[in-house]
């Protein structure tokens, strides 16, 4: 990965399908207003009229643009920026959620030592001599730290974070890359060299597209960022249609021009047999003489996927499919994309690898009318000269050595036992809530509490912060000045936003980076680049060091109106001119091979995962009124809204049925972030876990339904 600061330096028309969904609004459109209660424990805001102000939205990496209404330092709403280039007015509802979210009743205020409110000062200095005596006794990597989706979005916080952890020589990193989605780099650096390509789709000039386990309406976006994706979708249909192949009709299938409902994980059936056979005819060899190794080697790989095996294994009808390898020959080259239908199972690296095989034996990487790799505005990874990887993992740690060290961090399956292990006896725990996202719940929430320290940065109250020795209240979205580094490679184009803090931190939080920075100063380290002094230094400053580097100077990304800096087409060749090894797509890497001959038949009836609407993986939960339903088909005999019992070989949990013919028969939908039912306990790291990238398994597991 790049630095965290830099150190020195002709279309045809189609029918449109009918309008969204009668239980949904339509697009741009709110489904009510999200606003703050008369009497928030929060200092009265001064008197006077209250005042918009533009930012974006850090939830997820459709950073759709939001206008902020305030009263002094009250946030009043939050609604969509009809003036935003990007998301054109459009925002979720998790979005329009933030003035809740700000104000949340359980909203971290104070530091909190073993337990009691504290200061800051004494607080860090526990922490700190607590962490030098670890470090003396047992070494670095006897800290370890764990950081998650909900530091994602604070560049300048979880830079320092990370710097923290790597002043003081601690290899124990874990992320939440290695929860639900780690074959996307696994895949990326096996085929491409490089573990962060990212292929977008083209949505100036695609003629197909095909999403495979994935729901963007929902989700927007899944390593790509899509605001208003139903505008998007339906754009995409005026110039080719949209195919969905996914065992649920999800609100993304309901407004595709076709939908494929498969057996839950069979998906690699159907792509193999359109890999096969687009091998046979309708690949573009001319592309793939100049940028490809390894072709033989993928068809011999393939061909035992024939149609009547895809039709067996997928109960898909055969003339469906023969519809779809149609319109993928037709379009010549397509948009392919997948999601957690996709990532969290137990076939998700043969998937994806097939899934890129697809798009590379088309022709469709790095070329116009397929999918593009966007370079960064800040990043400008279309400059940078490569040194690419062979694809071989480092060993994993002490207690776990056979599960594999990838892209600078260890699985999260491997730190239960680092800790168990006595190899790990610190965590730092950024932005994330391991209790409901780590297997074995209860396993899990022993070794917490047997370790020395458990430290946690977080804005709101988690089901793991009870469990903290020092807890850090640090400042949320609208309390901080941000853009969007390295997420603005998942952009549907090359363009970069700004945004001032909207309120100042309130209570007595502190910015993530000065609280990380501020410890490093009081165990001797340095966190901050160039030696910069936290007690001296804005959240501006450190940004104006990232957008230094920039396609524009720094004035310009951080006086931007409205914050988006220019906006330009799609950019393309520069991954097959400088990154790829030897300009040329590595077609079939020996691990996914080996993992494609040696598949387990399907189980008449798994687990599958389910984002929804109004929540963030555990954030946003308890604000709308959503909760975590078991989706089933009718034909279970459990009746709607009944208790349902969920058991795999690994434990159980009860939930409420919802009962739909929306999902397919074989499918049990339970969405994940919920503490009561927690899918974690359906999970286990001592086995079920990918010996690839050792994520465990938490789609594709077999599971059996009873009345709860």
């Known amino acids: ?268 059936l159907i792509l193999g047999w359109l890999v096969r056979e687009i091998l046979q005819s309708g690949a573009d060899r001319d592309y793939l003489d100049s940028h490809a190794t390894g072709t033989d080697e993928l068809a011999e790989a393939v061909a035992p996927f024939t149609l009547e095996r895809a039709v067996a294994g997928t109960g898909v009808d055969g003339d469906d499919l023969i519809e779809l390898l149609d319109a993928v020959r037709t379009a010549g080259r397509l948009a392919v994309l997948s999601g957690t239908g996709v990532s969290m199972g137990r076939h998700a690296n043969v998937t994806e690898w097939l899934l890129w095989a697809l798009a590379i034996v088309t022709g469709s990487y790095d070329r116009p009318g397929g999918m593009w790799f966007n370079p960064g505005y800040l990043m400008q990874l279309d400059t940078r000269n490569w040194q690419t990887s062979d694809g071989h993992p480092e060993p994993g740690p002490a207690s776990r050595p056979e599960l594999p060290r990838r892209f600078g961090e260890y699985p999260c399956a491997a730190l239960v036992s680092e800790i168990e292990a006595g190899n790990v006896r610190a965590l730092l725990v950024v932005g994330g809530n391991p209790l409901i996202a780590f297997p074995d719940r209860d396993r899990t929430r022993a070794a917490l509490a047997g370790l020395d320290v458990l430290a946690i940065a977080d804005v709101v109250e988690t089901d793991t912060t009870g469990a903290a020795t020092h807890l850090l209240p640090v400042a949320g979205q609208l309390e901080r000045a941000d853009i969007p580094w390295m997420l603005d490679a998942y952009q549907p184009q090359v363009a970069t936003q700004y945004t001032p803090a909207v309120v100042p931190p309130g209570a007595d939080r502190k910015l993530m980076w000065r609280a990380f920075a501020e410890l490093g100063q009081r165990m001797g380290v340095g966190v901050l680049p160039r030696g910069i002094d936290p007690e001296t230094t804005t959240d501006e400053d450190l940004l104006a060091l990232i957008a230094g580097r920039g396609r524009r100077d720094t004035a310009t990304v951080l006086g931007a109106r409205r914050g988006i800096v220019d906006i330009t087409a799609p950019v393309h060749g520069w991954v097959l001119n400088r990154v790829l090894p030897n300009r040329r797509w590595r077609l079939a890497p020996e691990p996914l091979v080996a993992q494609l001959t040696d598949l387990d038949d399907p189980e008449p009836l798994v687990l599958v995962p389910r984002r929804q609407m109004r929540t963030m993986n555990g954030q946003l939960r308890d604000l709308g009124g959503v909760g975590p339903e078991v989706l089933i088909h009718p034909d279970h005999g459990i009746a709607d809204g009944q208790p349902v019992r969920v058991r795999s070989a690994h434990g159980e949990l009860v939930g409420k049925a919802r009962t739909s013919d929306e999902i397919a028969p074989g499918a049990v939908s339970i969405p994940h972030g919920w503490a009561d039912p927690n899918v974690c306990t359906l999970t286990t790291a001592g086995s079920d876990v990918d010996p690839l990238t050792g994520m465990v398994l938490q789609s594709g597991l077999p599971v059996t339904l009873s009345p709860g």
């Not at 979210?101 to 030592?113: A, E, G, N, S, V």
């Not at 124990?172 to 491409?192: C, N, S």
């Not at 899509?226 to 299938?253: F, H, K, N, S, Y």
Request: proline residues 10%.
């Open 1 to 268: 990965m790049p630095a965290a600061w830099p150190e020195g330096e002709p279309e045809k028309t189609r029918t449109v399908p009918a309008a969204w969904p009668e239980d949904k609004p339509p697009e741009n459109q709110p489904e009510e207003s999200h606003s703050v209660p008369a009497a928030w424990p929060e200092d009265k805001p001064p008197e006077g009229q209250p005042e918009e102000t533009h930012s974006f939205c850090r939830i997820c990496t459709a950073m759709c643009g939001i206008t902020v209404t305030v009263d002094g330092n009250r946030v009043l709403r939050v609604r969509g920026d009809q003036a935003h280039p990007l998301s054109r007015g459009y925002t979720c509802p998790k979005g329009r959620a933030l003035a809740e979210w700000h104000h949340h009743p359980q909203r971290l205020d104070h530091p909190r030592l073993d337990g009691r409110d504290t200061s800051w000062d004494r607080c860090l200095d526990d922490l700190a001599g607590r962490l030098v005596a670890i470090i003396d006794e047992s070494g670095p990597d006897a800290v370890a730290m764990y950081l998650a989706s909900g530091s994602a979005y604070d560049t300048n916080g979880r830079r320092a974070a990370e710097r923290f952890l790597t002043a003081i020589g601690s290899r124990q990193k874990y992320t939440a890359t290695t929860i639900d989605t780690p074959m996307r780099p696994l895949v990326a650096e096996l085929m491409g060299g490089w573990s962060g390509l990212t292929p977008i789709w083209d949505q100036q000039a695609a003629r197909l597209l095909v999403l495979v386990g994935t729901n963007p309406v929902v989700s927007h976006g899944h390593g790509n960022g899509l605001a208003d994706p139903v505008r998007r979708l339906r754009a995409q249909q005026e110039r080719g249609p949209v195919w969905v192949i996914d065992p649920r009709r999800t609100e993304t299938a309901r407004i595709a021009d076709r939908h494929l409902a498969p057996r839950p994980g069979t998906d690699h």
